[in-house]
């Protein structure tokens, strides 16, 4: 791109119109990923209830070691900006610009947004409950459909305190017209977190332009989370501007940010997603060879399929087997007894496919 020139310019940037995180604020902050790149969450398998007896030695039951699942968090996102301002572009230009405007349109139009979007797409494919929908919701149905999102998230025991509904614009201009919602005129607003503009069955309305909440071309209508069950780990977040570096007679403004974003398997159930029909990449499908003891695993289209022989959730679990393509051949033949497969697909331009299963009693 063209370093304009003239005889006289306009000393005020034209910056775009920027959006402040729409994220922060609404995660767990619970994890410290200080000095590693990887972090192991363990979550604790609590014991079903027995009956007390009153007689015998084990009168509570026979003492078991608590189980867990393990589910290993990297950092995969390392990314970085270098500007050079020179001295003499910019005296032609009437200082117009100045580094440290520079430097604060660089995060606001591209760092913040970047690591949001990443975020709400990643807390999607990674939802505990991924609903593809029938049709796009109206400003009839548009009430409905969140609630309904609310109540399958409360029948399985998510913390009704501390939710968020992320929503396009779109759809968030058919909610404003539902008698459920209320407006912030409504309430205190300290209680909202930035970007909040009100609540709906008590979580948080979050409304964000539609394209944070699309993959390739596919939308999401909303996303409901529980701050507890979501995390956004920033690492590195350093930018800085430099005067006179050497070999530039100007200015240098340079940054780097190493983030992620995950959805804490053990705490799936408070993460709720609605999105378009046919959006969702196919179910893996399993064909199991008694002969060679090999079960093989499609989905047509995928970029990659992860799967787990133990009964694990493959999108969360630190045993999950990731294998390239649309197809994955699992060898059997080393494993014993009842072997409970499962498996979901994975592709860029489409969301997370629902987590198949497949049970299998190899002798």
Do not use: H
């Amino acid at each position: 791109m063209a370093i304009n020139l003239a005889a006289k310019y306009a000393k005020e940037l034209a910056n775009a119109f920027t959006l402040k995180s729409v994220v922060d604020g609404t995660t767990n902050k619970d994890y410290d990923f200080t000095g590693v790149k990887t972090l192991n969450v363990y979550t604790p398998v609590t014991q079903a209830l027995s009956d007390y007896s009153r007689t015998g030695t084990s009168r509570y039951g026979t003492p078991t070691e608590l189980q867990d699942t393990m589910q290993e968090l990297i950092l995969g996102k390392d990314r970085s900006f270098s500007i050079t301002i020179d001295k003499g572009n910019n005296l032609e230009q009437m200082g117009a610009k100045e580094a440290s405007k520079i430097l604060a349109m660089e995060m606001n139009e591209q760092a913040i947004p970047e690591m949001d979007k990443y975020a709400l797409t990643k807390y999607i494919d990674y939802a505990g409950k991924l609903t593809a929908l029938t049709a796009a919701p109206t400003s009839e149905t548009i009430a409905k459909l969140l609630s309904d999102g609310m109540v399958a998230m409360s029948n399985k025991n998510v913390p009704a305190e501390n939710r968020f509904i992320f929503i396009g614009w779109s759809y968030f201009g058919m909610l404003r017209l539902s008698n459920q919602f209320i407006g912030v005129e409504a309430l205190a607003k300290d209680t909202l977190v930035k970007g909040a503009i009100g609540t709906f069955m008590g979580a948080q309305v979050v409304v964000v332009p539609d394209s944070y909440l699309k993959k390739g071309s596919k939308q999401c209508y909303f996303l409901i989370t529980q701050k507890n069950s979501v995390i956004q780990p920033k690492k590195v977040q350093d930018y800085f501007v430099k005067e006179n570096p050497a070999g530039i007679n100007g200015s240098l403004l340079e940054g780097r940010f190493i983030y992620d974003a995950f959805v804490l398997g053990g705490r799936a159930n408070g993460v709720y997603a609605a999105v378009a029909p046919n959006s969702q990449q196919a179910e893996p499908e399993f064909s199991f060879s008694t002969s060679t003891k090999v079960n093989t695993i499609t989905s047509a289209g995928a970029d990659c399929i992860y799967y787990t022989t133990d009964g694990t959730d493959p999108r969360y679990s630190s045993t999950a087997v990731k294998a390239v393509g649309a197809s994955a051949a699992v060898d059997a033949s080393g494993l014993k007894d009842a072997v409970r497969f499962r498996a979901v697909a994975m592709k860029s331009t489409s969301f997370t496919s629902a987590v198949a299963e497949d049970v299998q009693f190899i002798s």
